[in-house]
Every structure is written in C-alpha cells, then in structure tokens.
C-alpha cells in the first residue's frame, strides 16, 4: 500500500467455517475495493488458527478495527467456545439465568478479559474496543437459521 494509506479507513474481515479461514481488507465507505490478505483451506476454526493469522499479517503493527460474525469475534478475543454461561465479549450476561432472558434489559459490562475468569481461556487477539459487528452479516445469520 502507498503512503497515503490510513489504517482508519479500513475494517479487517475476517470470516471462517470448518473448512477455510478468510480474512479481508473493506474499505470504509466502500470507495476503494478489497483487499484479500488471508486465506486458507483445511485449517480448523480455532483460537490458534486466528492466533496464526493475527500474526502473519502483523495486526499489531496496523491494529485495524475488525468485524465478523459473533464466533470469529469470540475467538479473537479469547471466549471459550460453546455452550457457556458468559457467551458475550461486550458484556457478562448469564445465558443460564433464564429467569432474566427477555426481562432483564441491562447486564455488567465485561470490563476483564483475564484467562480463566469469566469464560476466557486465552489471551485477547484484538482489542474488543476495535470490534463491529456487521450487521447484514449477523442478518443472514440469522435468517439461515429460521
């Protein structure tokens, strides 16, 4: 990229399944296109899979805001996977408490992301405070599963 690149008009993507791992430059605004910078077959959805591509393409040196889908963003910032009580990188709500699901409309938020609290089992990948989530994403998501 040229001098006149800035890293706040960019989004990282990153987007996986059980079979490949993607990762792509959007740009803000959409006036520039984008920029694949990461892709791999056969490798598993895992924290050390993410852990690879973080590093590979030097995310600590460009600490671009990131977006993908709810899975990737637990992930990157070091959730435990499955069925889990605090299940939320934004917040601690209980998804067992299903007494407060649908009732409760404020939670804590998660201010800690310290393994072996809270339903973290890594170190954080990315800063929560650079993560969106893009909404057409979750969207179709969602739609898939109705």
């Known amino acids: 990229m040229n001098q006149?690149?800035?890293?706040?008009?960019?989004?990282?993507?990153i987007d996986s399944s059980k079979y490949s791992l993607k990762a792509v430059l959007l740009h803000n605004g959409n006036k520039k296109p984008s920029i694949p910078i990461g892709h791999a077959?056969?490798?598993k959805e895992s924290y050390e899979t993410m852990r690879t591509l973080i590093n590979l393409i030097k995310y600590k040196e460009h600490k671009w805001k990131v977006c993908g889908d709810l899975k990737v963003i637990g992930m990157l910032v070091g959730l435990q996977g499955g069925y889990t009580k605090y299940c939320c990188f934004l917040c601690l709500w209980d998804s067992r408490a299903k007494q407060h699901h649908y009732v409760r409309k404020e939670w804590p938020v998660r201010n800690e992301y310290i393994p072996?609290?809270?339903n973290i089992n890594h170190e954080l990948l990315v800063d929560p405070n650079n993560v969106t989530l893009p909404p057409l994403h979750i969207k179709l998501g969602l739609m898939k599963t109705l």
């Open 41 to 43: 077959v056969n490798c």
């Open 116 to 118: 072996g609290k809270m």
């Open 4 to 13: 006149n690149y800035d890293k706040t008009e960019w989004r990282l993507f």
